[in-house]
């Protein structure tokens, strides 16, 4: 289905498009809001859709990759989230947003940059279910140590929300790939192109959301998410490499750290807290599709080693 590949290597341009649209036109996204969840849903459905038994068995087979993946993801993450918070002095509410950002598993772009740029798909898929799967209990409990002083966090109310937001869609569509395997393959172009378009629809309705804040919080903002998303896409590749990966594994593991389920994020942050707490995984979700194109290119032009790098210099 080459019409619907062309459409999706041009994600980035359309969640641009959208978003600065909806600055633009809030009006046109503002009433869809309660569709959120709904698109959400959609994105993890199709994403389960695309998942085997095989994905399953590689978690087995390859564990160490993936345990330090979804290690850094988790710890560096957060972590880097508040810290840029601190350092930029963002408010509570933004705050909340940075740190339910770096606090949510990886994201499905993680699977599409790590293919653009020559990385492992199948590793990158297994870390993205992996890391979605302890995120029911990870990210309510992260944003709960690390907030939990100075807001109330409703660990339960987010473990049952992920649960039914994630968990479910995705354990549906892979009963579903396997019960019409070979159907499933001849419309997974078609399937990324339903879930590019609910993750733009969801980015424009959280932008018109906050129009009215993008004048004052916009600049700064941005500033923290293109910084929260550098250190992880940095530290991701910069530690695999230092652990001896290889140079695939290193940009597929800085990828699925890089690049987080930021749309997952602005769920919860609009239903717990507030819609200024959605700006940061808004902004995210533009900026680590445009960012990750960018290093996937630039990756894809170099050379890719399998060998594990040399003690004392690195390289990649």
């Known amino acids: 289905m080459p019409i619907f590949e062309r459409i999706n290597r041009l994600f980035p341009v359309w969640a641009i498009l959208l978003a600065v649209i909806a600055a633009l036109v809030p009006e046109l996204f503002t009433g869809l809001a309660g569709y959120i969840k709904t698109l959400l849903v959609i994105i993890m459905f199709a994403m389960g859709l695309t998942l085997t038994k095989g994905d399953f068995a590689r ?19 957060p972590l880097a989230a508040l810290l840029v918070s601190r350092v930029l002095g963002l408010s509570p509410e933004l705050t909340i947003g940075m740190v339910l950002v770096g606090a949510t598993a990886g994201g499905t772009s993680s699977n599409v940059m790590t293919w653009l740029a020559g990385g492992h798909v199948a590793l990158s898929v297994s870390m993205t279910m992996v890391s979605t799967l302890i995120s029911v209990v990870a990210t309510p409990l992260i944003t709960l140590l690390l907030l939990g002083h100075s807001i109330d966090v409703p660990v339960l109310g987010m473990l049952l929300s992920i649960a039914q937001l994630v968990v479910a869609p995705i ?6 790939h396997h019960l019409l395997g070979t159907h499933i393959q001849r419309v ?3 399937l990324a192109t339903l879930a590019m378009a609910a993750i733009v629809l969801i980015i424009a309705i959280v932008v018109a959301l906050n129009a009215g804040r993008l004048s004052t919080l916009g600049p700064i903002v941005a500033l923290a998410v293109i910084a929260h998303n550098g250190i992880g896409l940095a530290a991701g590749y910069g ?12 940009r597929t593991i800085a990828f699925e750290v890089g690049l987080q389920n930021s749309g997952l994020a602005v769920t919860l942050a609009n239903q717990f807290f ?11 979700s533009v900026w680590h599709n ?15 080693s399998n060998a594990p790098p040399a003690a004392s210099t690195p390289r990649g």
């Open 59 to 77: 978690v087995v087979k390859s564990p160490k990759p993936i345990a330090v993946g979804v290690v850094l993801q988790f710890l560096v993450m």
């Open 171 to 176: 354990v549906l569509g892979v009963v579903i």
């Open 188 to 190: 997974e172009p078609a």
């Open 239 to 250: 530690l695999a490499r230092a652990l001896r990966f290889d140079t695939r594994t290193a």
């Open 274 to 284: 507030t819609a200024s707490s959605a700006l940061p995984g808004a902004l995210f």
């Open 290 to 304: 445009v960012s990750g194109s960018l290093l996937a290119g630039y990756w894809k032009r170099r050379h890719v």
